[in-house]
């Protein structure tokens, strides 16, 4: 009886509804696309900045983060994944040794940070041996990799041997020639202009590091299950006081901070604009509602109900609210679900990001049941308030004044 | 004409004499309270004109010790010059400092290479000492305005607090000074939050020909992160004013003297 009397309400006055059903049905296209969009872009950011070098757990000394000298080392590495190597869960693992040294070329000297990876398994773990030009790193030899902007800096290309002077691990100079046998192009600005990587089994003579590590990186079998295997090693490891094991989460601090403000900010903006949206769907229920205050009137006066009155308004706002988040919930699914496909290529913006550090030549928007759920809900919710107010508002009318009203 | 020429030589002798006497009377006059000329003389007189000096570093970190031999040839407050002697693997290691540049030529690659501006923040030869404090030793009596604190038992207390725009790392500077002996017995550098981060003390203090100066050295870093790190110098051999060899503080000198 309320939905039917709701319905016909609705039909009696077409415009309106059109009205309302397309703003919000434009509103819910609206939220579910930059909701998509925004988490989208986030995702990249963040997956980005894991695969590409950082990794999603890391066993490392306590402190190294903040104080990545060689006071922070892993001075027991090889006891360390003894115990850990057979935890279930782990897919791969690998150590890398870093450090910074002077560059040097016949014209020129730069500063760069100093990676000593084991060549094998570095492709599990960053982005490096699939951006090179030219060959990877061999196990033993003084062969490198370095970032073609640092190269461009050196003026040095493939073939090149530049040297490098640092300090070993017992503080003495390290220094030799490396061998160019490729160079990289990540997109992360930080290593394109200031990273070379070696073989830790080269480095390792050079430095004195055998056995000794700036972090174990640990790649899960399922991604999604980090923060169990996070766990499992902790567990594992708990008697090595000094040692700390952390989640990207935790790697990336910074970049998750950076992503949890640009959230907040953006969700900031999207409420202002919703904000006006439902006082606008609001006025326009208001005004209807009222110019419905005759009849409303006449089934006060007849007996119905301030309650089944109360229902029938709440009910259109229902019926605007179940269309808006069909109509708009299926176009704003269909718009994201293409740009998930079809990412935003950024073109030439991309290099602004390059410059703070961060990847960026497309923008992916991301669908997820969750994600689509909150959006609708949200845009179905506004509709039900939107109705409220206007009919507690009616309600209050005495039915001989409510009569009298044109 | 030789009785003439040991004549002269007296002469000169006693001028010099005369001379030297009225340095030090000169520094006796010194007061505390004028904080400026007390730390422009002892800074002069710890350098000299010339001075060559033969010394030993040891690094101590957590994990271990590390002792590294050198000689150095130093000309004003500009120029130096460092040929690392020991250990073996560091042997012929040189470093040459012109003004605020500093070059560095490691046999193993034969190469002179130029020290960039970003990285004079790090560690020299593994200790607490960077390359910036090889290079800008001399800007504790120009970069810095000098502040009397006070003073207790010949001691000075200064405050040495960074001019605008100087080119320093410190936010300030405690340096206390023997007034008698004109000489630095501690420094203390704060970071640009106020925080000492690390504490430099002199000790030592005996003869080197006219002078006074400190032959032992003692950095620690107060750095939470840094307990039990510390880096001394201790000075075997010092001597001032001397003629320097000719082309000694030039870029080829580098590679001549590593051999």
């Known amino acids: ?89 782990i897919r791969n693992y690998t150590t890398r040794f870093e450090t910074y040294a002077l560059l040097s070329s016949e014209n020129n000297s730069f500063p760069a940070m100093f990676v000593a990876v084991e060549p094998e398994k570095e492709e599990y773990f960053s982005d490096i041996k699939h951006s090179v030009e030219g060959k990877f790193l061999n196990k033993d030899e ?145 005004v209807a509602i009222m110019t419905r205050s005759r009849e409303i009137g006449v089934l006060r006066a007849i007996g119905t109900s301030k309650s089944v009155v109360f229902k029938t308004l709440t009910a259109e706002g229902f019926i605007f609210g179940l269309l808006s988040i069909i109509i708009g919930g299926s176009a704003g699914a269909f718009i994201t679900y293409y740009f998930q496909e079809n990412p935003i290529q950024i073109g030439e913006y991309g290099e602004a990001y390059k410059e703070l550090g961060f990847s960026f030549t497309e923008i992916p928007a991301t669908l997820t049941p969750g994600l689509f759920m909150i959006s609708v809900s949200f845009i179905f919710l506004l509709n039900i308030l939107s109705v409220i107010i206007p009919a507690w508002q009616v309600n209050k009318l005495n039915p001989v004044e409510a009569i009298r009203k044109i | 004409m030789l009785k003439g020429s040991k004549l002269s030589m007296r002469v000169l002798s006693l001028i010099i004499s005369i001379f030297l006497l009225c340095g030090s009377s000169f520094a006796a006059d010194l007061k505390c309270s004028d904080p400026y000329s007390v730390i422009k003389k002892m800074d002069s007189l710890m350098r000299g004109l010339t001075s060559y000096s033969e010394m030993e570093m040891q690094v101590v970190t957590k994990r271990w010790k590390r002792t590294v031999k050198m000689k150095s040839w130093s000309e004003g407050s500009k120029k130096s010059f460092i040929i690392i002697t020991y250990p073996r693997k560091d042997q ?29 923040l790090q560690s020299w030869m593994g200790s607490d000492f960077t390359n910036d404090d090889l290079v800008r030793e001399s800007s504790v009596v120009n970069d810095y305005i000098q502040k009397f604190i006070s003073e207790n038992n010949g001691i000075c207390r200064f405050e040495l ?51 006074y100066y400190p032959y032992k050295w003692v950095l620690k870093p107060l750095e939470e992160d840094k307990k039990g790190r510390k880096t001394i110098i201790t000075v075997n051999k010092i001597e001032f004013d001397k003629k320097l060899e000719k082309d000694i503080f030039s870029i080829k000198s580098l590679k001549r003297f590593s051999r």
Not at chain 1, 11 to 40: D, H, P, Q
Not at chain 1, 214 to 224: A, K, Q
Not at chain 2, 178 to 192: C, F, G, H, S, T
């Open chain 2, 161 to 211: 607090i960074p001019k605008e725009n100087a080119p320093v790392v410190w936010g300030k500077i405690e340096f206390y000074v023997n007034i008698e002996k004109l000489m630095p017995e501690r420094a203390v550098y704060y970071d640009e939050n106020g925080l000492a981060v690390r504490d430099l003390s002199y000790e030592e203090i005996r003869k080197a020909g006219d002078r």
């Open chain 1, 142 to 286: 003084n062969y490198a990799v370095l970032g073609a902007d640092l190269a461009k800096k050196l003026d040095v290309t493939e073939g090149g041997k530049p040297a490098y002077i640092s300090t070993g691990l017992d503080y003495s100079i390290a220094a030799d020639f490396i061998k160019i046998r490729g160079l990289f192009k990540t997109g992360f600005y930080d290593f394109d202009s200031g990273a070379v990587f070696v073989s830790k089994e080269y480095a390792d003579n050079i430095f004195m590091s055998k056995n000794v590590s700036s972090y174990i990186n640990i790649l899960p079998e399922d991604i999604g299950k980090y923060k169990e295997l996070q766990a499992k090693i902790q567990e594992r490891l708990r008697n090595f006081k000094n040692i700390e094991v952390l989640n990207w989460r935790e790697i990336q601090k910074e970049l998750v901070k950076a992503v949890q403000i640009d959230s907040i900010f953006g969700y900031i903006t999207i409420a202002i604009f919703f904000t006006v949206v439902f006082f606008v769907i609001m006025l326009f229920n208001m």
């Open chain 1, 1 to 89: 009886m309320i939905f039917k009397m709701a319905v016909r309400n609705i039909f009696a006055n077409k415009l309106r509804s059109s009205l309302i059903v397309s703003l919000s049905s434009f509103c819910a296209a609206l939220l579910v696309f930059y909701i998509g969009m925004t988490e989208g872009s986030h995702r990249k950011m963040m997956k980005d900045a894991i695969e590409s070098y950082s990794g999603y757990i890391r066993i490392q000394y306590k402190g190294f983060s903040d104080n990545p000298d060689y006071d922070h080392l892993i001075y027991d590495t090889s006891e360390i994944i003894d115990k850990i190597k057979d935890i279930r869960g």
């Open chain 2, 92 to 120: 012929g290691v040189t470093f040459l400092r012109v003004g605020y540049d500093m070059w560095q030529y490691v046999p193993r690659i034969e190469r002179v290479i130029k020290i960039p501006p970003s990285m004079m």
